[in-house]
């Protein structure tokens, strides 16, 4: 069993940065890859980046490619999400998950979900 808490979401104007932490329980937090996704109002949870458990491989979504940057510290049970030139589009919920197993993408192969942190970049 795997408890998520994210935080570190905020208001932020257009170009502005936010760093978001996800903080996990539990001892096996090493063995999980973990991703970052987002849902805005209406629309459905989408993938935005994915690290393996050693941290040695990661993955983006491309809109954010170049802007944002996902890293992990297994010492500290901690992800994070660097989000820089952040853009209105970019406004959501981010939520945090874990996943045994590799690098994946879809949500539905996501284990363990946090509650979830407000991010808003205002025009």
């Known amino acids: 069993q795997v408890q998520l808490v994210e935080s570190g979401g905020g208001l932020v104007q257009a170009g502005g940065s936010l760093r978001l932490s996800c903080a996990a329980s539990?001892?096996?937090?090493?063995?999980?890859?973990m991703g970052w996704f987002r849902q805005a109002p209406g629309k459905e949870r989408k993938f935005v980046a994915a690290?393996?458990?050693?941290?040695?491989?990661?993955y983006y979504e491309d809109s954010v490619k170049g802007r944002f940057t996902i890293s992990r510290d297994n010492a500290k049970n901690t992800v994070y999400l660097q989000m820089n030139s952040l853009k209105p589009e970019d406004t959501a919920v981010y939520y945090c998950?874990?996943?045994?197993?590799?690098?994946?993408?879809?949500?539905?192969?996501?284990?363990?979900w946090g509650q979830g942190t407000q991010v808003t970049a205002s025009s």
């Open positions: 690290i393996s458990w050693t941290g040695g491989s990661t």
């Open positions: 998950a874990a996943t045994r197993g590799g690098l994946k993408y879809s949500y539905s192969e996501y284990d363990y």
């Open positions: 539990g001892r096996t937090f090493s063995s999980y890859a």
